[in-house]
């Protein structure tokens, strides 16, 4: 063993103690400042690993307000130093963060700054897919269900699923009486994007979910013309925004990039007939519909915004006001 870890584990042993008699303020305030001085003195990863072990120790005793204030520290500590986006530097957040996660006030703040961190190592303007899908399924977990949204469309390819299943759940505790304001959440988002094969996914995990809960509104077409990518096609009766979703990924699945070609004028047809249902959420949809009429059906729509602008402007990120169950059917 290196002296430098035997340093570290002594003074773990001595925090330990602390903390045990009850002294957390005392062993928070030790800590960070042998931390400060580890940086200035430029030992960066023994720093790094002093918070991060003095984090875990912390979260034992529920010192949640602690626990997130060394925890920025050391997530500044790699944004300055540049350190590399990996598995370790990950998991040391994750760790972290997953028990931080009972304290509503702190978690924020702290899993904001990470993919801030993911952001800038990455430089792809969203981030780390997987601490995307993490954060996702914390989320959910906690029926933050709006957050959870906004990391599972930039998550991994798991995260669509994991998307379709929280909004079958979403839509159950709202008790909305057209499930298809949900599914569209997900299906509608993915495939402005571009991420067809996400869009089924999450589609697929949704419907399956609504066959079970309600198997005499669910009914499989064997129509043979009906073959498709998304799997089996229902008609749902009761959730007419439902069948939408269905119809709108079969007209883009047979999608020929041309505005004069025949799924062209299905999904125009689709949009006359079913855009103005969404109620509040009508506005949002027709954007993100004249985004995919643009993707897939070749269709120029003139607008002073990108998709990304778009995108951010629709999906805010988990700092900015976001609806809570009562209101949980805005889609923006």
């Not at 990863?45 to 034992?60: H, P, S, V």
């Not at 599972?152 to 505790?173: H, I, K, Q, Y």
Request: with cysteine; net charge negative; hydrophobic share 40%.
């Amino acid at each position: 063993m290196s002296s430098a870890n035997s340093r570290i584990e002594r003074f773990i042993k001595n925090l330990r103690q602390s903390l045990n008699e009850g002294n957390y303020y005392e062993g928070h305030q030790e800590l960070r400042a042998i931390a400060s001085r580890l940086v200035k003195q430029k030992k960066h990863e023994r720093a790094i690993q002093l918070l991060y072990l003095g984090a875990l120790e912390l979260c034992q005793y529920h010192q949640w307000g602690s626990v997130a204030d060394l925890t920025s520290f050391m997530i500044n500590i790699y944004v300055e130093e540049k350190v590399p986006v990996t598995d370790e530097s990950k998991e040391r957040v994750y760790d972290i963060f997953e028990k931080l996660s009972h304290a509503t006030e702190y978690y924020s703040r702290v899993f904001e700054s990470a993919i801030q961190w993911s952001i800038k190592e990455l430089g792809n303007g969203v981030g780390d897919s997987q601490m995307h899908h993490f954060v996702g399924c914390i989320l959910r977990n906690k029926a933050r269900y709006q957050e959870a949204e906004t990391h599972f469309l930039v998550g991994t390819t798991e995260s669509p699923v994991a998307l379709g299943n929280m909004l079958f759940e979403w839509a159950v505790r709202t008790e909305t009486k057209d499930f298809g304001v949900f599914v569209a959440r997900g299906v509608i988002k993915y495939l402005a994007m571009g991420w067809y094969e996400a869009a089924c996914a999450c589609w697929k995990a949704f419907v399956g979910r609504l066959a079970q809960a309600q198997p005499d509104s669910v009914v499989e077409r064997t129509d043979a013309a009906l073959t498709s990518k998304i799997g089996p096609v229902y008609f749902v009766s009761g959730h007419e925004l439902v069948n939408f979703v269905q119809l709108l990924l079969l007209t883009v699945e047979r999608g020929q990039a041309s505005p004069g070609s025949l799924s062209a004028g299905v999904f125009g047809s689709l949009r006359k007939q079913y855009e103005g249902r969404f109620g509040v959420n009508a506005e949002v949809v027709h954007e993100l519909l004249d985004e995919i009429a643009q993707k897939y059906f070749g269709v120029v729509v003139q607008r002073q915004q990108s998709i990304f602008d778009i995108v951010g402007s629709l999906f805010a990120p988990p700092s900015r006001p976001a609806v809570t169950s009562s209101n949980a059917e805005a889609m923006d």
